[in-house]
T-cell receptor, first 111, second 116 residues
């Protein structure tokens, strides 16, 4: 039973345009949501997070939107840069519980 | 500040053997979580240790076990290895228990285990 779903295995975006990565979840008790970025041969690195009491959190080029009624969150990257090419993992947890990760979306930024 | 370190980085074992992986968290971090990453499966949670106690456990068989020492270093053990155990094993540390606001996890580079 997959509680965190990233339905797009891959996404290609032109450099300079907006990248939108989507994530759906099934557990309404999730309280905290995170995005991680992973390059090959490295561990995931934390990107941005959002608490369930908010619907938007912004950090530089990265913005995460949370729609609790739809159980959906998205990560927007504007503008997309070549270094953004990586695998992006969406993750969620209940309060003080284990973090559940999605399967990831591979983002390709095209020149 | 040194990051999370994992040893060894690569390991080749044969079916039926057992293996121990090690993780040293960031200094001051008391929580260590372990994940298994396989192609197409994302990161699957194995277990989390906080202050030497297992806080949470994922849906893995009893062949997978772990422990945490008083200096917060953690080890993961897999006994009676199977071909399907071939994966990247990632360790992550956080200041407090994972899953709370502001307790973001920092990952190590992983140990690539190949079972032949």
């Amino acid at each position: 039973d997959q509680q965190v779903k990233q339905n797009s295995p891959s996404l290609s975006v032109q450099e300079g345009r907006i990248s939108i990565l989507n994530c759906d979840y099934t557990n309404s008790m999730f309280d905290y949501f995170l995005w991680y970025k992973k390059y090959p041969a490295e561990g995931p690195t934390f990107l941005i997070s959002i608490s369930s009491i908010k619907d938007k959190n912004e950090d530089g080029r990265f913005t995460v939107f949370l729609n609790k009624s739809a159980k959906h969150l998205s990560l927007h990257i504007v503008p997309s840069q070549p270094g953004d090419s990586a695998v992006y993992f969406c993750a969620a947890s209940e309060i003080n519980d284990k973090i559940i990760f999605g399967k990831g979306t591979r983002l390709h930024i095209l020149p | 500040k040194a990051g999370v370190t994992q040893t060894p980085r690569y390991l080749i074992k044969t079916r039926g053997q057992q293996v121990t992986l090690s993780c040293s968290p960031i200094s001051g971090h008391r929580s260590v979580s372990w994940y298994q990453q396989t192609p197409g499966q994302g990161l699957q949670f194995l277990f989390e240790y906080f202050s030497e106690t297992q806080r949470n456990k994922g849906n893995f068989p009893g062949r997978f076990s772990g422990r945490q020492f008083s200096n917060s270093r953690s080890e993961m053990n897999v006994s009676t290895l199977e071909l399907g155990d071939s994966a990247l094993y990632l360790c992550a540390s956080s200041l407090g228990p994972a899953g709370g606001t502001y307790n973001e996890q920092f990952f190590g580079p992983g140990t690539r285990l190949t079972v032949l």
